[in-house]
């Protein structure tokens, strides 16, 4: 049974149970806000795209407007030939030569005969080194030609006073010394295993042996010993510092005569939404237009990622042999981003690298007492190495097993012959710089379907443009302790 009494002047019911009484909630004396929401609007956010990103490659890329679809790149001459590696495949008992790639030595060149370079290629064999070998050393008859296949080596010098100096860091795919090896000199510097290695090496004796039978192979190698080959054509001639009625030499810049064409590409999607719900829930924001806006989000995450990664025009796969750069040590120490911005040197405008790639230098960094400065742009943080900003991005992937990493430098611009990005000039139903979002009309269903199209690409100038380290070392940490 229930009955009420007044307790300090609040009406309280009561329950009597089984010959108990047992009190009740107290009466509300106001509305609740439980019920009052039911009258009431409520404050909303847009909808948040956690995949979003702030891009700034996009942001930071000059952007050509490209008429007709397609950007043609007029470069001179190229004076340097072949990429300076030799392609390794993998075999049944480890790596063997590309034949096609024997063509990267000078002295092969001009050979066409796909069998002998096999038979060439065939006549490496397989050395296993620890780290610490000498391989070559300076001053010492070259005792063949070596390719590494796996492995990193330092090839080191002499200084002026004897001092040691380090000329430079070897990788897979890379060789020497072609000139000491096929010439018969000695080697003009000394190579120490880094690591432990294999080589595929190309004795001497092997190398007569080959000659001896095939007269092809003979003449090719001949003329090289000759001096009847050299690395390039020479630079157009220019007279300077003379007096009087000198004769002066003639000259002329040719120009590539197979320029290189970038077409567009394009990252679409259609997107769809039922017109009940486009005619109906639309405030306060406006459906089309919220899922329009979070499609083109999802583009423009699609164009960075095309942008630094398309096997055809992505930034990671346009970097020219000679501009890669290989950590010395496995993670970006201050002496890496130094020698490649050697390579890059000038005006450069940026690295661009993953964010652990950012992080693993700032680790080296403090390891070594110089915190790098931090560069503000766009209102954000960067840190900065010599002036250059270090510009974060996710789109550089991160080998899940090894841990490495790649960092880029870049210079931007056409008018200083660097890295642009390509966008239309105009589109019909453009939605944005190289953006379009065309009604393709309602369905049986009442769904409308928009088709939402982004083209760009991206073109390197000149190769000394853009520079790359390559095997960055992002999951390095030191004790502390």
């Given at each position: 049974?229930?009955?009420a ?11 009597t ?17 439980r ?37 043609r ?8 030939v ?12 480890g ?31 397989t ?23 796996h ?12 001092e ?14 072609e ?8 080697w ?27 007269p092809?192979?003979?003449?090719a ?30 000259t ?71 501009f ?36 693993a ?39 899940p ?18 890295v ?62």
């Amino acid at each position: 049974m229930q009955s009420a009494r007044i307790q300090e002047g609040i009406i309280v019911s009561e329950w009597t149970v089984d010959g108990g009484t047992q009190p009740t909630t107290p009466a509300a004396t106001s509305l609740g806000t439980r019920a009052a929401r039911s009258i009431a609007t409520t404050t909303k956010t847009p909808a948040q795209l956690s995949l979003t990103t702030p891009r700034w490659l996009l942001r930071l890329l000059p952007w050509v407007e490209v008429e007709a679809g397609t950007y043609r790149v007029n470069r001179c001459v190229a004076y340097a030939v072949g990429d300076g590696r030799i392609t390794l495949l993998p075999g049944a008992d480890g790596s063997r030569i590309m034949a096609e790639d024997m063509r990267e030595l000078l002295a092969l060149r001009d050979v066409m005969d796909l069998r002998l370079l096999e038979e060439v290629a065939a006549a490496f064999r397989t050395k296993h080194v620890i780290a610490g070998t000498t391989l070559a050393e300076a001053g010492r008859p070259a005792d063949g030609l070596y390719v590494v296949a796996h492995g990193q080596l330092e090839r080191r010098g002499t200084g002026h006073y004897g001092e040691p100096t380090v000329l430079g860091i070897m990788g897979e795919e890379e060789f020497f010394d072609e000139e000491a090896s096929l010439r018969g000199g000695d080697w003009p510097y000394t190579v120490v295993a880094l690591t432990n290695s294999t080589l595929l090496v190309l004795d001497p004796d092997r190398l007569r042996q080959l000659e001896d039978e095939h007269p092809e192979l003979a003449r090719a190698f001949a003329e090289f010993r000759s001096g009847g080959q050299t690395g390039g054509a020479g630079i157009p001639a220019v007279a300077s510092g003379h007096h009087g009625e000198a004769e002066l030499p003639e000259t002329f810049v040719d120009y590539d005569p197979e320029p290189r064409e970038h077409e567009l590409a394009v990252a679409q999607t259609v997107l769809r939404m039922h017109s009940r719900v486009s005619d109906l829930y639309n405030v306060p924001l406006n459906q089309h237009e919220e899922q329009l806006r979070l499609t083109v989000e999802l583009i423009l995450e699609q164009q960075e990622r095309e942008l630094l990664n398309d096997p055809e025009f992505g930034l990671l796969n346009n970097v020219a042999p000679a501009f890669r750069v290989r950590s010395r040590t496995g993670p970006p120490t201050p002496d890496d981003l130094d020698e490649l911005l050697t390579v890059v040197w000038k005006q450069p405008a940026f690295f661009l690298a993953h964010p652990r790639a950012i992080g693993a230098f700032g680790r080296e960094c403090t390891r070594r007492g110089v915190p790098p400065v931090i560069f503000e742009m766009y209102g954000s943080p960067f840190l900065s190495w010599r002036g250059v900003p270090l510009v974060p991005t996710d789109k550089i992937p991160v080998d899940p097993v090894e841990s490495t990493s790649t960092i880029l430098l870049l210079r931007v611009g056409e008018e200083n012959r660097g890295v642009v990005g390509l966008r239309p000039d105009q589109l019909p139903h453009e939605h944005a710089p190289g953006i379009a979002v065309e009604p393709m009309g309602l369905d049986r269903r009442a769904v409308a379907s928009h088709l939402v199209s982004s083209y760009f690409s991206a073109a390197v100038l000149v190769d000394d443009a853009i520079g790359m380290l390559e095997q960055v070392q992002v999951a390095h940490y030191h004790p502390y302790a």
